[in-house]
């Protein structure tokens, strides 16, 4: 089944305690991304990647790192995670970038993060 | 920058027909995308459109008028399933995707 994996999908941690949320996808996807959702503020991307070895920054980047060793794997880490960042967070993947219909994303069933 | 807005909240009796509006204002324009929230869920795909006019999919359409930076989610013969968030979502000329607050829709008997 053609997917974008998450895990945990639920962590309960503690300021200053490094975590990293794993994202993993089996249908080829050039293009990955990291958002966050919060309450009234919608979907903000993270992170996000077009390729192996390739990322950037998206509007909300402070206080993540992301990276991109094999196409398939693009995991979200906190170094050192604050209460401001609880929140829920979707991973979703895409053929590529480019502008197209059939550049639909694919997301992943979310990681709810609650940093005390 | 680009900005999307939707109401937050609407309500709507099963049965009937809802309309869920998007403006947007974005620095160039590839295409706009409808998304469905279940709570707790994953967004999932709905339509796309890139040019102007109606695109229907079974019970949903979405309409779009690129001069206006307009769209809307037309959802006919609602069911209680239809219950959910619905997140507009444009793509600007550098083919960044920008997702609206999304709209919560509340289908009652």
């Known amino acids: 089944e053609a997917q974008v994996t998450q895990n945990p999908r639920y962590l309960i941690t503690v300021t200053g305690k490094k975590l990293t949320v794993t994202c993993s996808q089996n249908?080829?996807?050039?293009?990955m991304s990291w958002y966050r959702q919060d309450p009234g503020l919608g979907l903000r991307q993270i992170y996000y990647s077009m390729n192996v070895e390739v990322t950037d920054k998206g509007d909300v980047p402070e206080g993540y790192k992301v990276s991109r060793k094999e196409k398939r794997n693009f995991p979200l880490i906190l170094e050192s995670p604050s209460p401001n960042q609880t929140s829920l967070y979707f991973c979703a993947s895409s053929l590529t970038q480019g502008y197209s219909g059939a550049n639909v994303l694919t997301f992943g069933a979310g990681s709810r993060l609650t940093v005390l | 920058g680009q900005n999307i807005d939707q109401p937050t909240e609407m309500t709507a009796t099963e049965g009937a027909i809802v309309q869920i509006n998007c403006t947007y204002q974005?620095?160039?324009?590839?295409?706009l995308f409808w998304y469905q929230q279940h709570a707790g869920e994953a967004p999932t795909f709905l339509s796309y459109n890139v040019l102007d006019g109606l695109e229907e999919k079974g019970r949903f359409s979405s309409f779009l008028s690129r001069s206006k930076g307009y769209s809307y989610l037309l959802l006919k013969e609602l069911q209680m399933k239809d219950s959910a968030s619905y997140l507009c979502?444009?793509?600007?000329?550098?083919?960044?995707?920008?997702f609206g607050g999304g709209t919560r829709l509340m289908v009652k008997p």
């Open positions: 974005t620095s160039g324009f590839n295409g």
């Open positions: 979502a444009v793509r600007n000329a550098g083919n960044m995707l920008t």
């Open positions: 249908m080829n996807h050039e293009y």
